[in-house]
Every structure is written in structure tokens, then in C-alpha cells.
């Protein structure tokens, strides 16, 4: 069959099956939105559900749910506020505007990573003409900033807020809760599915950049100085990687993780363990290994607060798209959290192995003197001065107390001591590794990867070879026909496969055999029963599988009792 048009037949099966459809249609349609019909919302929720177990099978992950909506004090400090942007161009003649990047695709390796006067030089040298209308007469390029604004509360004492561009901000700020849950005990993580917000300049390419999108992340909090050991060496499997084309290791590679971390390759074992546990997940939800890459950031492209970066990529109708940025945050994230909230709750304590005698210069408080000097404050003063980590050189001098408020400590208020104490530990603030895994693309992908065409008996026969676990049904139920028993024989066997735990199917009597067949497998449906005249009689059913579609005669308590071990595969 011609590859010319096959992305067109897959979208045209997507909308035409209630998988991915166009959001607000019969308005015209919103670039940039798109509906999970009946079958994809199904399948969505199962990809969804797949992450998440994949995930919480790590004992020292849980789970997490956090608002949508995020004060804009949080993104400010986060540097959403003032850094979430990006490049935007104005055709002069039509008033377009498309991502100025974008514009330059296949004009430069990495046009993301240029300022706006080079975007602007680029465009200009290149001749760039405007996808509407043809001009190549452009306004300069400007910053916009990706999130959606909105507000908190009634107009008059309104918070301003953002719809969240991510997820990891409310794992960062459930930070306290977590190290209390997980008994002050590092290393752990927090996961979180849900929906993020951009609003993007130019969506394009349907699945792959949408202004609301699904997302599954993961922040896993780690002390730096004691990374978890991982046993990288259960992973054989070679990975294909595209290592940092400035580092020591520019060239293409294709190896195990374990080896990839031992060349220095990939720089931290942690985020080695994410990269294996990536693309095993990537495996186990039917996306096709060869046509799945990971590239390390260059140091140019590198994000300011990053020592380490990997992009997952698969390949599919779109060319290379990332799906997974995996990322070593370091101390970024809490530290500037801590910088703005003065919480002081966002650290971690790790204990010495030999306690450390110290000895430090104080300043202890002449309680005849702090009494009748501030009174009722005096507990006050006498805190804040135990907590002073910068003795003054001098009296008198200003210090501050827990409530904002300040007073003059002088001469004959305090004494001068030198004070010894056995340290055991030191207070620190954890680093993050966060793989951050895009859900629409990657079921776009898995769609892309398990849509096949096939000619029988000289028609078009397509076909979603989905796994199992993924699919919308777990089985079909078909009547030969809707009459003389059959029907009833079919509802009966439907309502014992629907009793059994988490398994889910349809019955189909519409139309013949054949195209009923057809239907199931252009949705991914696994296993198809049918129910015929001889049904009726001996109480067996014809059992059909996906992939070959062979079919075989069983019984139907054998039929229940193979799905319930989930060994229907055995019956072949």
C-alpha cells in the first residue's frame, strides 16, 4: 500500500473510530485542542494507568495530586514568569505569527538556542517566507510568554495565577509533606499525572504541540553527596544515544546503560536508571524500539541550572520528536523556592559519620539586663540572638526578630563566649531528578508505530496491533446473528467476561462477520468471540486473535477460566 498517504488514512481512522478528534468542530475547531473520543479516552486512561504502575513499582515512589491552578508567586520563583517564553514573528503583510524557530526548521541544527536578533539576522539571510501568505517581510522577533494568566478569588481582592505549564511545582511544593511521609529519609520521589497548560504561538502537527496537553512526571529527591546505587547491569538491551556532540563522546552510539554510565557517557547513575527505566516503559506500552533515541543536551542548549539532560525521541510521521526530557535539576528548583518562600522547610539532613566538635564565638544574653530592657520581648531577643550565625564585630548593633521586627542590642546586654558543640549532621538541599514524559505524543507514537496496512483478499485492511494491556477492549463479542439464540448466548458470555476484574468488552451486531472483524481490529481489539448456530448446541465458542488471526474452538468455561489466568494465548 502507498506510504504517501498514510498519515492522512491514520488521522482520518483516529477521527472516523472516536480515538483523537478535533476539539469544538462544529464552531470551526481550536488549534491546538483535541477530544479523546469513546476509544481514545479509553486508551489514554490506560497508557496513563500503565505509567503510573510502571512507577509505583519503585518502593520509595507515591503518588500525588496537585492543583492546575498555580499562584503567581510560585512561578515567579520558579522563573516561569520572567523565562517561560518564546520567540515570536509578525508577517507585516498578513499578521501572521508562527514561533520564530520554527520558521527555521532545517535552516539551523538548534534554532531554539538563538537570541532575537539572531532569529531575526537568520530569517532575513535566508529569505524565510511566511507559511500564509508568501512575504518575506517580517516584524522583528519578540518574547511571549507560554502561560495562561487568570486569577484567584472576586475582582476586588483577586490573587493573580497561572494555569500550570507543568507539574513538577506542586511536587516541589509537597517537598515537606513527602520527607515527613518518607520519615526524613532520602532518596524518594513523588509522580503525577494530569493536564498542563502552553499557549503555544503556532500549534501544529496535530498530538505533538497542543496548548493543553497530558502529562506524567516524576520528581525524585536525592542527596547528592549519597546517590542511590542502581543496578544498572539487568538492563542488556542496547540503547541507541546521541551523547553531548561537545563532549568527550561526540559520536552516535548504540550500547547497554550500564556501559553507557561507566564511559562517562551518561554523568550521573541515577539519571542512567531513568533513562533504562524509560525505555523499558516505552517498550512495554508497544512503541517500536528501533525508532526510539535518546540525545544529551549540548552544553550550549543546556539548561542554566541542569548538569544533565537527555531528550527521548521517537520517530514516526512527524521525523524525530521528543516524548521524555530527563533531567538532572540539581538544587535549583527547592533552593530558589526556599530563596523566596523563607520557609526554611525544604532541606534534608544528612548525619556525619564521626560527629565534629566545633567551637564557635556567641553571644550570651545578661539576663539582668535583657529582662528590664524589652520586658515582655526579652524571651524574644534572647532566641534570635541563639539563632545569630553572623556574630558582629562590634556593639551596638541591629538585630532582627522572628516577628519582622527589630531591636538595638548595646553594650552590657550580652557577653562574649566561646561555645564548643558536637555536631552530627548538617542540614542540605536535596537535588531533583525529573524525568518529564509528554502522554499525547507518546500515544500518538504508539498509534504511529502499531497502525498497519494490509491487503486481503484484494482489499485495504488496517489494523492496531495495540498491546493488550492497552487496548480500548479486551475482547469482542460477536453473534453470527441477532436472532435464534444467539444474541441471548452472546449477552450471557458478555456478562461473564465483564464480571471478571478489570477486564473490559463489547458486543458488536451490526453488519457481517467480516466487517465486524474489520472494526475490532482497526481499534486494537485483542480477541474476538463469536457465537454461531453450533454454539447453540455444544456450548463452545470460536475464539479469534489480532495479530494472525487464526481461531480456534473452546469451550466456554475454558474461555472464562483462560481469560481470568490471563493465558488465553494458551489456547493456540
Known sequence: MDDKGRLSRLTSLLRRRGIVLPSFEIYGGVSGLVDYGPVGARIKRRVVNSWIEHWGNVPNVVEIDSPTITP???????????????????????????????????????????????????????????????????????????MFKTSIGAMGGSRSAFMRPETAQGMFMLYPALYRHFRQRLPFGAMQTGKGYRNEISPRQGMIRLREFNMAELEYFIDPENPPTTDLSRWKRTIHMLPDPDGPHPNEVDMPIEEAFETGIVRHPTVAWFLAMTMQFLEDVGVEPSK????????????????????????????????????????????SHEKYSKSGLLKGWRNFETPVKESREVLKPEGSVIGPAFRER?????????????IPESLPFTLSLADGTTVEIEEGMVARVLQ????????????????????????????????????????????????????????AVLPLFAKNGMDVMARQVLERVSSISGTIAEIDTSRSIGRRYARADEIGVPWAV?????????????????DDQKQVRVDVDALIESINSNSLQSLF
Open 378 to 390: 526579652a524571651s524574644d531577643v534572647s532566641t534570635a540572638l541563639s539563632e545569630l550565625k553572623d
Open 72 to 146: 503567581e508567586s510560585v512561578l515567579v520563583a520558579s522563573g516561569h514568569v520572567g523565562e517561560f517564553n518564546d520567540k515570536m514573528s509578525e508577517c507585516k503583510s498578513c499578521g501572521g505569527t508562527f514561533r520564530s524557530d520554527h520558521l527555521l526548521d532545517g535552516l539551523h541544527e538548534n534554532p531554539d538556542s538563538l537570541d532575537s536578533s539572531e532569529l531575526d539576522d537568520l530569517i532575513s539571510k535566508m529569505g524565510v517566507k511566511c507559511p500564509s501568505c508568501g512575504s518575506q517581510d517580517w516584524l522583528g522577533a519578540s518574547a511571549m510568554n507560554l
Open 292 to 335: 526510539v533515541r535518546f540525545r544529551q543536551h549540548a552544553s550550549s542548549e543546556m539548561a542554566h541550572y541542569a548538569s544533565d539532560c537527555w531528550d527521548c525521541e521517537l520517530s514516526g510521521e512527524h521525523g524525530w520528536i521528543e516524548v521524555v526530557g530527563i533531567a538532572n535539576r540539581t538544587c535549583h528548583d527547592l533552593e
Open 420 to 475: 564548643e558543640t558536637v555536631v552530627s549532621g548538617e542540614y542540605f538541599i536535596p537535588h531533583v531528578i525529573e524525568p518529564a514524559f509528554g502522554i499525547d505524543r507518546i500515544i500518538w507514537h504508539i498509534l504511529d508505530h502499531n497502525y498497519l496496512e494490509l491487503e486481503k483478499e484484494g482489499d485495504e485492511y488496517a489494523i492496531l496491533t495495540l498491546e493488550p494491556a492497552l487496548a480500548p477492549y479486551d475482547l
Open 530 to 546: 463469536t457465537i454461531d448456530h453450533q454454539s447453540l448446541d455444544d456450548g463452545a465458542v470460536t475464539l479469534r486473535r489480532r
